[in-house]
């Protein structure tokens, strides 16, 4: 059974009219951004210091409860990361190469919040729509 008490929420802008597999692709760069980011190497075993390991352990085993919503513009994805930071969760925003869409041009595409606990990621994400 998904956990209830932790989730991610991956945030995609609608606006750039991304082709479903292109959104695919992007919100699971961000939904695994959390453990690239805070991962090392260190006599080849792999080793992750997270924020908050006990609701990212309790997610792990509970169903890793994923939410998708969007926003219309780059600005709404920048504010958005923006109440998530100051909030002290933990948010990563994607940014496209550009290689295969939006002609060469590095793009923020999407971001994801958590995993955290619901109630938290609620307050900065419960207004939007899903995607």
């Known amino acids: 059974m998904p956990s209830k008490d932790i989730k991610q929420v991956i945030v995609v802008r609608k606006d750039l009219n991304m082709r479903k597999g292109k959104q695919i692709s992007q919100g699971s760069h961000a939904s695994l951004a959390f453990l690239t980011r805070f991962s ?29 919503v969007s926003v219309d513009s780059e600005s709404e994805l920048d504010a958005v990361y923006d109440a998530a930071f100051e909030a002290g969760l933990n948010v990563h925003m994607i940014v496209d190469s550009g290689l295969t869409e939006f002609h060469g041009v590095k793009t923020k595409t999407c971001l994801a919040i958590g995993p955290n606990k619901k109630e938290d990621i609620d307050k900065i994400t419960g207004q939007l729509k899903l995607l």
């Open 40 to 68: 090392q190497i260190e006599e080849d075993t792999l080793s992750v210091k997270l924020k908050n390991p006990e609701e990212v352990q309790q997610w792990l085993n509970e169903g890793f409860t994923k939410i998708c």
